[in-house]
């Protein structure tokens, strides 16, 4: 077992490769409690966090953060400027993070969508009487990134990034971009390998990612994870944490329980045929963020996104 290596970002600054994915579900109840588990999490060794706008964990994170007392420096704090209040609110979107954060800055702060959502009343899924979400069809994602590029330059944001950006759509966003995105944070794990995009991404220095990395108990019941994991003498979820360790990528892992925290965050060095093993479970299937009856998601088309 090796603890977690530092990988090292465009910016030239380092972030540890596994950190605390912070969604925490819509009920406010959960939202309130999460401040407990990240505190855990902190507390057993994690030094970089991934919230979100959307999660409403910020303020939790920020809480949690001045009650472990580890130095402001030594955490690498990632959120993310939603999509719904994207389009034209950036500054206000990185100001209200930080106020909730109660933080100066943000290690890493991503657009979360290239797509944005009509802004109303502060409303993260506003829908029309069709129950469709609202979508703006007026916002240009490399608008928003110019806009991030100032807020980057204030010092407010040391790193920006993008997430859910597949290759069509950083290949719009490049074109006219004048900072690389630092990271680009996208739904990976062994059911949904995406090999043409991470060698995109990282053949430019732009760090991947990846979200709902263990591809839940659906992935960590896979036969080959399971055969591994006794291979190793680790649990499923620390082979496949180490499969992204192993490819160069950063992961995400969401976990409320103590014992799963600590697991995730040591973990075994797999032998480069068995990184090729888990990478052949590939099946181009979305467990997360799959397409809902309309072949959208979050509504846009696959082709809009790029998938
Ligand atoms: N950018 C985006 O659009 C986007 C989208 C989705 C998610 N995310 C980010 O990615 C993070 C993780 O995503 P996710 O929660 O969907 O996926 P995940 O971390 O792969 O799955 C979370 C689930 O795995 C379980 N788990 C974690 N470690 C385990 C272990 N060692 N053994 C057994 N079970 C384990 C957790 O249960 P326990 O709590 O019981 O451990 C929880 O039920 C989010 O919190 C968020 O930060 C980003």
């Given at each position: 077992?090796?603890?977690?290596?530092?990988f090292?970002?465009?910016t030239?600054a380092?972030?540890p490769?596994?950190?605390?994915?912070?969604?925490a579900?819509?009920?406010?109840?959960?939202?309130?409690?999460s401040?407990?588990w990240i505190?855990?999490?902190l507390k057993?060794?994690?030094r970089?966090?991934?919230?979100a706008?959307f999660?409403?964990?910020?303020?939790?994170?920020?809480?949690?953060?001045?009650e472990?007392?580890?130095?402001?420096?030594?955490i690498?704090?990632?959120t993310k400027?939603?999509?719904?209040h994207?389009?034209?609110?950036?500054?206000?979107?990185?100001n209200?993070?930080l106020?909730?954060?109660g933080?100066?800055?943000?290690?890493?702060?991503?657009?979360?969508?290239?797509?944005?959502?009509?802004?109303e009343?502060?409303?993260?899924?506003?829908?029309?009487?069709?129950?469709?979400l609202k979508i703006?069809?007026?916002?240009?994602?490399?608008?928003?990134w110019?806009?991030?590029?100032?807020i980057?330059?204030s010092?407010?944001?040391r790193a920006i990034?993008?997430?859910?950006?597949?290759?069509?759509?950083?290949?719009i966003?490049?074109k006219?971009?004048?900072?690389?995105?630092?990271?680009?944070?996208?739904?990976l794990?062994?059911?949904l390998?995406?090999?043409e995009?991470?060698?995109?991404?990282?053949?430019?220095?732009?760090?991947?990612?990846?979200?709902?990395?263990?591809g839940y108990a659906t992935?960590?019941?896979?036969?080959t994870?399971?055969?591994?994991?006794?291979k190793y003498?680790?649990?499923?979820?620390?082979?496949?944490?180490a499969?992204?360790?192993?490819?160069?990528?950063?992961?995400?892992?969401?976990?409320?329980d103590p014992?799963?925290?600590?697991q995730?965050i040591?973990l075994?060095?797999?032998?480069?045929?068995?990184?090729a093993?888990i990478?052949?479970?590939d099946?181009?299937?979305?467990?997360?963020n799959?397409a809902?009856?309309n072949?959208?998601?979050?509504g846009?088309?696959?082709?809009q996104l790029?998938?």
């Amino acid at each position: 077992m090796a603890p977690v290596p530092y990988f090292k970002l465009n910016t030239g600054a380092t972030a540890p490769a596994i950190g605390l994915g912070c969604w925490a579900g819509f009920e406010q109840k959960d939202r309130d409690a999460s401040k407990q588990w990240i505190l855990s999490a902190l507390k057993a060794g994690y030094r970089r966090i991934d919230t979100a706008w959307f999660y409403g964990t910020e303020q939790a994170v920020g809480e949690a953060i001045k009650e472990s007392g580890i130095p402001r420096e030594e955490i690498f704090v990632v959120t993310k400027l939603s999509w719904h209040h994207a389009y034209g609110r950036e500054e206000e979107g990185i100001n209200s993070s930080l106020e909730r954060l109660g933080l100066e800055y943000v290690d890493l702060w991503l657009m979360h969508w290239p797509q944005a959502v009509l802004y109303e009343n502060n409303d993260p899924l506003p829908k029309d009487e069709n129950g469709n979400l609202k979508i703006n069809h007026e916002a240009d994602f490399r608008k928003t990134w110019a806009a991030m590029e100032k807020i980057y330059q204030s010092g407010k944001a040391r790193a920006i990034g993008v997430s859910n950006f597949s290759i069509k759509n950083l290949e719009i966003l490049l074109k006219d971009a004048k900072v690389t995105p630092a990271d680009n944070q996208i739904e990976l794990h062994p059911y949904l390998v995406q090999e043409e995009l991470v060698q995109y991404c990282q053949s430019r220095g732009i760090a991947v990612t990846a979200y709902a990395p263990t591809g839940y108990a659906t992935v960590r019941a896979d036969p080959t994870i399971v055969a591994l994991a006794e291979k190793y003498g680790a649990s499923p979820a620390q082979v496949i944490l180490a499969w992204h360790v192993a490819r160069g990528v950063h992961a995400m892992p969401c976990s409320k329980d103590p014992a799963h925290q600590a697991q995730n965050i040591d973990l075994p060095v797999l032998a480069p045929a068995d990184v090729a093993r888990i990478s052949a479970l590939d099946k181009g299937k979305r467990l997360c963020n799959a397409a809902d009856e309309n072949g959208k998601v979050n509504g846009w088309t696959l082709e809009q996104l790029g998938w």
